[in-house]
C-alpha cells in the first residue's frame, strides 16, 4: 500500500526581504535597459509621470521606474510574509495573488492614458517586473520541506 507525503509550504524569512530586493532592482534595471532601447530605436517618445516633469537634470523614468519597481515588489514581499502567517500554502497562495495583481496592474497603464507604443512599453514592463518578483520570490524563498 503506497502512503502518500504531505509536503507543506514554508517561508524562509532569512531570504524573504534580500530576495525582495533583488527582485525589485533586477526589475528596475530591466525595464530601465527596455526603455532605454525603445527610446532609441525610436519605438517610444520621453515618458514622463506628471510629477516629474518639472525637474531639471532627473532622468525622469529610472527614477519613476527603480522607485515603482521596487516599492511594489516589497509590497509583494509584505504580502508573502502575510500569507505565510495564515495559510498552511503561501507559496502557492501567494503566486496565485501575484498573478492576479500582475493582470491587474496591466489596467493601470490604460488609465493612465498611455497609448499606442507608449501603451506596449509600459505593459512589457509591467509583465516584465512581475515575472522577475514571482520567479524571484518562488525560486529563492520557499523553504525545502515536506
Excluded at 514581499?77 to 495559510?87: H, L, P
Excluded at 502557492?92 to 499606442?116: D, E, H, K, Y
Aim: hydrophobic share 55%; net charge negative; no cysteine.
Amino acid at each position: 500500500m503506497a502512503t502518500q507525503t504531505q509536503t507543506s509550504e514554508a517561508v524562509d524569512y532569512s531570504k524573504l526581504w534580500w530576495v525582495t530586493l533583488l527582485a525589485g532592482v533586477t526589475a528596475a534595471g530591466a525595464n530601465v535597459l527596455l526603455y532605454i532601447i525603445a527610446q532609441n530605436i525610436g519605438f517610444v517618445g520621453d515618458i514622463v509621470p506628471s510629477f516629474l516633469a518639472e525637474q531639471e537634470n532627473i532622468p525622469h523614468f529610472a527614477i519613476a521606474t527603480t522607485a515603482s519597481s521596487i516599492i511594489f515588489i516589497a509590497i509583494g514581499g509584505a504580502v508573502m510574509w502575510i500569507i505565510d502567517r495564515f495559510s498552511d500554502r503561501p507559496i502557492t497562495t501567494w503566486r496565485n495573488v501575484a498573478i492576479v495583481a500582475l493582470i491587474l496592474s496591466l489596467g493601470q497603464p490604460i488609465f493612465g492614458g498611455f497609448t499606442g507604443n507608449d501603451l506596449i512599453i509600459v505593459e512589457a514592463m509591467h509583465i516584465i517586473a512581475g515575472i522577475i518578483a514571482i520567479a524571484f520570490t518562488i525560486n529563492m524563498v520557499a523553504k525545502d520541506s515536506v
